[in-house]
């Protein structure tokens, strides 16, 4: 079984910062991709962020140049590093990713259950 763990959510100031992590355990074999998506109320799930195997990142207009991705092979972690965060960034944040298990012979793709980011006064 495997699953992704997100933490690093809360409530942060407008102007503030915030890391979000996600964790990936289980029977894994190897992650493809990893990423980020956020789902505001009253709108739909959008990717936030991308990062490859090979580390080539994808960002959305909206976060690029003060949201920063990145990942640990090693641990299978990847991570958000939010900056200059105003109110339009509140939303629910989900970790994505490609995986195979061991048992398995294709990339599977397995969601998070989310952590809440507030951004406000």
């Known amino acids: 079984q495997v699953q992704l763990v997100e933490s690093g959510g809360g409530l942060v100031q407008p102007g503030g910062s915030l890391r979000l992590s996600c964790a990936a355990s289980?029977?894994?074999?190897?992650?493809?991709?990893m990423a980020w998506y956020r789902q505001a109320p009253g709108k739909e799930r959008e990717l936030v962020a991308l990062?490859?195997?090979?580390?080539?990142?994808r960002y959305a207009d909206s976060v690029k140049g003060r949201f920063t991705i990145s990942r640990d092979n090693a641990k299978n972690l990847v991570y958000l590093q939010m900056n200059s965060l105003n109110s339009e960034d509140t939303a629910v944040y989900y970790c994505n990713a490609g995986i195979k298990s061991l048992y398995g012979s294709a990339y599977v793709d397995y969601w998070g259950k989310g952590t809440l980011v507030t951004v406000s006064t």
């Open positions: 990062i490859t195997g090979s580390g080539s990142t």
């Open positions: 289980g029977i894994i074999h190897s992650i493809n991709y």
